[in-house]
């Protein structure tokens, strides 16, 4: 919010520090100013008032104020408190105007005055350049006194021409369905019942604590002014606001809510000023509804929490004048002083002094969270809990990173397009209000934004292998952790063997890879080559994918290579990872390697053939090694020819040759009790 | 034998000159065959002995043998010294260009984001805190009312925020854990919950609108501003790895009494102003403060027997910082020019 430095400087007979200094100043006891301008003789100061400070500082007085506790300086706004008008005896407010409230809760407190015989001209300059310096346009005395008013105390000022008010009757009430108004700046607005209306006895005649109506729009002809100055409840104005997606300076300082004790002081400022500047006749007396008036709150003090709490001693002097300087009273009675307590009394004007922790604040940032020493903290030594989730994230990622990966990060959302084009998910969680059609959906796979990761780096680079572990979402309200790695150009089998290693190296062992059976509804709807999608399973359950983006999916995000994912369950795999780990000793004697080459029909799996090596080869065969898959055309029709290399060693002694050619031929008489299985010699 | 005795004196001169003179081991190999090979001169006068009387015999056998091995000296030191020279003139000219670039193994990168995220778990584990973590799916209890941000209330504004269709929420912030830690976990207790956050705004240079965010939460008995600042300061100093000047200035979260901006002397300007700060040569770095008593009645805990406090830093402000990055939607690009640099 903008302040002018010069009218700042008003509320004091001693000169402010310079504008650079003043804002330090603030910085660091207050609120943040955020930048300083120069504007002709004058400064601005951008200040970042904190909601809870917006109650009593969104205004000049308030922040005069806090200058004054900072600096010490001494403050002279207190004297529009005390204003005298002077009123004509002649002329009687009740007269012009009567308040009726229909809801007590919606606005606890309704002020107004009168004020007759008013010259409506511009408004001298020095008060239409205060007004410009904050940001506002100057329209005519009246509504210039207003708004200034509002920008000098906080409260927000509304100023009617009192002969346009039907029956002189002002009614504050929610408007009725199907009510309409036209606002000063001839928007219109269809209205409903969550809306608090300024109305008379027959229409709405201002949005109440937001915006004024047309129709008693002060103008050159305006006599009577009838001003306004009310306090409105904060929640009442916001869901108005937010009602009409409406929002002004009015309405921005109702909805933090304000002190209704401040209705006064400011209607008696304006029609002071009105009288002084518009030359008018200030009727007599303050039209005033309040029923419940607010008094100062009391708050207990614990002298020794202050420093408990801050971590610093400031001696029991330095509080006292600190809060004395913030207007707060204090009281000490013998009782109090017996357990180190006093009693503070909270002007009503500071909304957010509630509890003694605010007190220590006001304490604390007055005297300077800069002085405060920085000491480490005593406590028992309580060593961490380690984090598995974490642990096990970290071990995976450092794997993947040896083989080669690069980790990504991505949007957690997918757009509607994507959900179009991988039309198997389901059960996307869809945002209410999202900022773009890239964000329409939470993601339930990350397999999408990593194929645009590939997208956008293929021109770049001829191998992408990348990976993201992250969340993924799904109806109802389901997160939950899954690894998902890339890898472009013909690398099943270069995918499947990272996952062999990243398995081995959590621990995991007993995996298998089964073929995933693609069902045929699934055909037309799945990202994968339906016959190139193994399901990785562990212990026999599935753990994740392994499998190859189809063609139409390349062709939807443009993708020139083929793409290898895998997809990992993080939580299961989680669970399955552990430390545990035992050395086998390695064997004293020889081991002795025997080759093996077979041809056999393209459709039998080396699976087959490995798991028949392994059960007649039994404890003697420590190793079987496949070197080569050819499936060349000058193979008989439909065969392809499996090399292994075959490793025998024994823990306990040296195989003799003999033992070892009887094992192999055993193998191999084995491996031809297939018709269609031919080793070749 | 006259003839013989002279041919041995001469012939050991002559053969001393011969190897003298050889400059390859093919001449020394050839020289050696004159003498010592099977038709060698030498070696014949050894086969011609045995048709000497015997007296002869014995006196000639014993000098051509002297000789025979004299020469076998001699012929071993030359080779070894020929050796040795064509060794030395061989490594003279072996030379390999090293400045020829390595051939690197091929390795991958982790994303900046989780180098630095380690790097401030382990600072906080080192001084005792439990590294947690929580749901980013939040309801508006835990991410608002929870915290002491009641509804329809403006204070709320300060968080804005994407809302989904089954009611519920992306949280806006870390701090929602604390509520949820609090809950099944008595004080005393330090944690720190890393995650992701989301703030419904628009992107640029320096704001995005999903965000890395580290909480930290210390509960005890006696828990002071100056502890906050202490614990603040150690992780600065480490994380940068040099003294980095610090400062608290009163800010406001309806979570924390009182509350705290933390800034940073500027690591770009060294304090004096540039672009990066807005010429004010601070940096903010976390929000801060003292928990409010609120925040422990919703966690169900007695509030006056408690204090603590919080504070949440943003993951990628220290990245950028750390690293010279000028734009926080690189993160997020998966941009792998950028990401291998890591």
């Not at chain 1, 009442?236 to 409406?246: M, Y």
């Not at chain 1, 994507?418 to 209000?433: C, G, H, M, T």
């Not at chain 1, 895998?566 to 080759?595: N, T, W």
């Amino acid at each position: 919010m903008i302040f002018s430095y010069n009218w700042l400087q008003s509320f004091f007979q001693a000169k402010l520090p310079e504008p650079k200094k003043l804002a330090e100043i603030l910085t660091m006891h207050f609120a943040e100013v955020e930048e300083i301008k120069k504007d002709g003789q004058d400064f601005t100061l951008d200040i970042d008032v904190r909601p809870n400070r917006a109650g009593d500082c969104f205004s000049h007085l308030g922040i005069a104020r806090e200058i004054a506790t900072i600096t010490g300086l001494k403050y002279i706004g207190d004297t529009y408190v005390n204003l005298e008008l002077r009123e004509d005896k002649d002329l009687k407010a009740k007269d012009f105007i009567q308040v009726e409230v229909k809801l007590q809760q919606a606005c606890p407190r309704y002020t107004a005055r009168v004020i007759t015989n008013v010259k409506i001209e511009p408004s001298p300059r020095w008060l239409q350049g205060r007004l410009k310096v904050c940001g506002l346009r100057p329209i005519n005395n009246i509504v210039d006194i207003a708004n200034y008013v509002m920008l000098e105390t906080g409260q927000p000022l509304h100023a009617f021409d009192g002969e346009k008010i039907e029956s002189q009757k002002i009614i504050v009430r929610f408007a009725k369905n199907r009510e309409k108004i036209v606002t000063l700046d001839e928007q219109k607005f269809d209205l409903n019942p969550d809306v608090l209306v300024i109305a008379d006895e027959k229409k709405p005649v201002a949005i109440a604590g937001i915006k004024g109506g047309k129709l008693p729009e002060i103008d050159k002809k305006t006599k009577v002014v009838v001003l306004e100055s009310a306090n409105f409840n904060s929640q009442t104005i916001r869901q108005g606001s937010k009602k009409l997606n409406l929002k002004t300076d009015a309405s921005l300082r109702f909805e933090h809510g304000i002190d209704p004790n401040l209705t006064e002081l400011a209607i008696n400022r304006a029609a002071y000023l009105i009288q002084r500047i518009a030359k008018g006749k200030i009727a007599k007396g303050l039209v005033d509804f309040y029923p419940k008036k607010v008094l100062p709150k009391i708050i207990k003090l614990d002298l020794d929490y202050v420093e408990k709490l801050l971590g610093i001693k400031i001696s029991v002097n330095e509080i006292k004048d600190t809060l004395k300087k913030l207007n707060f009273k204090l009281t000490e009675t013998r009782s109090l002083r017996k357990t180190n307590q006093i009693e503070v009394e909270i002007p009503s004007f500071r909304l957010d002094v509630n509890i003694p922790e605010d007190l220590i604040e006001e304490v604390g940032r007055i005297y300077g969270y800069q002085k405060i020493k920085s000491v480490f903290p005593i406590s028992f030594l309580v060593p961490p809990k380690r984090n598995l989730d974490i642990f096990w994230e970290d071990m995976t990622k450092d794997i993947l990173k040896e083989a080669g990966f690069t980790e990504v990060y991505n949007y957690s959302f997918i757009s509607e397009n994507d959900a179009k084009i991988f039309k198997s998910f389901q059960n996307l969680i869809e945002l209410e209000n999202s900022m773009s059609e890239e964000q329409k959906y939470l993601r339930s796979s990350l397999i999408p934004n990593l194929l645009k990761n590939i997208q956008k780096n293929q021109d770049y680079f001829s191998e992408i292998k990348i990976f993201e572990l992250g969340k993924v979402f799904e109806k109802p309200a389901k997160e939950e952790r899954i690894l998902t790695g890339v890898i472009t150009g013909d690398a099943f089998f270069q995918a499947k063997g990272v996952l062999d290693i990243l398995l081995n190296k959590l621990g995991i062992s007993n995996i298998f890879y089964d073929e995933y059976r693609t069902a045929a509804e699934e055909r037309e709807i799945c990202w994968w080559y339906p016959r190139k999608c193994a399901e990785i399973k562990v212990d026999g359950e599935r753990i994740g994918f392994l499998g190859e983006i189809s063609q139409r999916i390349l062709n939807e995000f443009k993708l020139k290579q083929k793409v290898i994912y895998f997809d990992i369950f993080f939580e299961k795999l989680s669970k399955l990872a552990s430390e545990e780990h035992e050395y086998r000793p390695v064997s004293k004697f020889p081991s002795a390697v025997r080759d093996i080459a077979i041809l056999v029909p393209y459709q039998v799996r080396v699976e087959e053939v490995l798991n028949k090596i392994e059960t007649v080869g039994g404890s003697l065969v420590r190793d079987i090694d496949l070197f080569d898959i050819y499936e060349g055309e000058e193979l008989p029709g439909g065969k392809k020819n499996l090399a292994f290399h075959i490793i025998y060693q024994a823990e306990d002694r040296t195989l003799s040759s003999k033992e070892i050619d009887e094992l192999q031929n055993k193998i191999i008489k084995n491996l031809e009790e297939k018709p269609e299985w031919q080793v070749r010699k | 034998m006259k003839v013989a005795k002279i041919n041995l004196k001469t012939l050991k001169n002559k053969a001393k000159k011969e190897i003298e003179k050889i400059k390859d081991l093919k001449g020394l190999n050839e020289v050696f065959n004159n003498y010592l090979g099977k038709k060698g001169e030498l070696t014949l006068i050894l086969r011609s002995l045995e048709k000497l009387p015997k007296a002869k015999r014995i006196k000639i056998g014993k000098a051509a043998n002297e000789l025979k091995n004299i020469l076998k000296v001699e012929f071993d030191k030359k080779s070894q010294e020929t050796k040795e020279r064509i060794r030395k003139e061989a490594e003279k000219k072996e030379w390999i260009d090293i400045t020829v670039p390595g051939e690197r193994p091929v390795f991958g990168h982790l994303h900046p984001l989780t180098i630095t995220r380690r790097k401030c778990e382990e600072i906080f584990q080192t001084m005792g805190f439990t590294v947690v973590e929580g749901p980013e799916i939040e309801t508006e209890w835990y991410n608002f009312d929870a915290l002491n941000i009641p509804k329809d209330h403006p204070a709320r504004d300060l968080w804005d925020t994407f809302f989904l269709k089954n009611g519920l929420l992306l949280r806006t912030h870390t701090s929602p854990v604390q509520i949820r830690y609090m809950e099944k976990n008595n004080p005393p207790l330090r944690i720190i919950v890393p995650g992701t956050i989301f703030r419904h705004e628009a992107t640029d240079v320096s704001h995005e609108f999903q965000v890395f965010q580290i909480e930290g939460l210390m509960v005890d008995k006696k828990i002071s501003v100056a502890n906050l600042k202490a614990i603040v300061g150690e992780f600065f100093r480490r994380f940068f790895e040099k003294e980095v000047q610090f400062r608290l200035r009163p800010d406001f979260f309806p979570f924390v009494e009182p509350g705290f901006d933390i800034s940073i002397t500027c690591l770009i300007c060294g304090g004096k102003g540039c672009p990066v700060c807005k010429k004010t040569g601070w940096l903010e770095m976390a929000g801060a403060g003292i928990v409010h008593p609120n925040v422990f009645k919703n966690s169900k805990l007695i509030a006056k027997d408690w204090q603590g406090w919080a504070f949440g830093f943003g993951l990628e402000r220290l990245t950028m910082l750390k690293y010279k990055i000028n734009d926080i939607r690189l993160f997020r690009s998966g941009d792998l020019r950028f990401l291998q640099q890591f």
